[in-house]
């Protein structure tokens, strides 16, 4: 833990996609984008991390990038390995948001200090509460046709719950979408996804409408900052109704409880700006009695494999993760060994650090810009 931190190596990814995503605030088609930081310390040893930005939610990827390069890098190149908390609390101060960029960093860390000491990440982040997490996969391609095909693909893979993405095209495109699936399959345990998608005028009737198909839950009908909204919603329907984009940190999830806007929380790193700011919310949450989801962006398995430690390591996240995009989603993942879900189960690495890498050469390919020490 007193080896130095020696450098710091950054790839910009444009990863290809295998079909279209349409969610209520935007479309991801073609590929998606990450930021990958490698931090190497003087005795040789490295540990990765992922930033996995999108635009119109997050931030984006040359932000990401920046944050990293400009500003975190001078914080972070020459420090102990040891000093973690230190590097975190400076990043915190240098750069406003970037949230990604410091979800990146923070795992990267964890990621070197797990090699070098041996131990998995989920045992730096308080042990390991559960082996495995239950997948959920997303379902919102605009051509439902090829979305049936992926809920044979779930189903003879086990999977056995999916979330259905709405309020992107119009509201009879959503109930068609939930009356085909419950009647033809009938197997599987569903969420329903706004992600923003409707306007406070048309959202009572819609919400109530998708509420009468007893999802799980039903997950950010209206933009962000319509808390009163969201209020009023959950108090007309009898599903649980939770925040996404209306929480990303800590003291989002106070005001969120205190306000009364959900029942529960879609916990994800990158909103939170680290595991262990995301560990906080779930545990806000719990404290409020509220329940706590495990979220994602458009990821790679590295950031995957980040939330799954997360998670592994953190009990008031009880309703199964999303992080189906490594293998249902892109065309080739950038780990050296796959992303490992078995049974429709996202198995958690027992191994140093992350427990898997990425493949350099994937890094090196897919790469839009780089920052590499030869």
Known sequence: MEEKIAGMDLWHLALPVRSRRDHGIGTVEGSCEVVIVRLRSENGT????????????????????????????????????????????????????????????????????????????????????????????????PDFGKDIDLLHRLRADKVGLIKLKTGFKDHAFDIMRLERIAKDFPGFRVRVDYNQGLSIED????????????????????????????ARLREMIDVPLLADESV???????????????????VKIMKSGGLTSAQTVARIAAANGLSAYGGDMFEAGLAHLAGTHMIAATPEIRLGCEFYQARYFLKEDILETPFQVVDGQVVVPDGPGLGLKPDVGKLDRYAVSKKVAE
Do not use: N
């Open 46 to 141: 490295a540990g990765y991390g992922e930033a996995s930005a999108w635009s119109v939610f997050t931030g984006t990827p040359e932000a990401s990038l920046a944050a990293l390069d400009r500003y975190i890098r001078p914080l972070v190149e020459g420090r102990r390995v040891a000093d973690r908390a230190a590097i975190m609390d400076d990043a915190s101060k240098a750069v406003a948001h970037c949230t990604e960029a410091k979800a990146a960093l923070e795992t990267a860390l964890l990621d070197l200090t797990g090699r070098i000491t041996g131990v998995p990440v989920w045992a730096l982040l308080g042990g390991k509460c559960r082996d495995t997490i239950p997948l959920s996969c997303s379902i919102a391609d």
């Open 203 to 230: 959202a009572p009737a819609q919400v109530r409408d998708a509420a009468g198909f007893k999802p799980d839950f039903i997950e950010q009908p209206v933009r962000f900052h319509h808390f009163a909204m969201m």
């Open 248 to 266: 990303f940190g800590p003291e989002d999830m106070v005001r969120a409880a205190r306000e009364g806007i959900c029942d529960g929380v879609s």
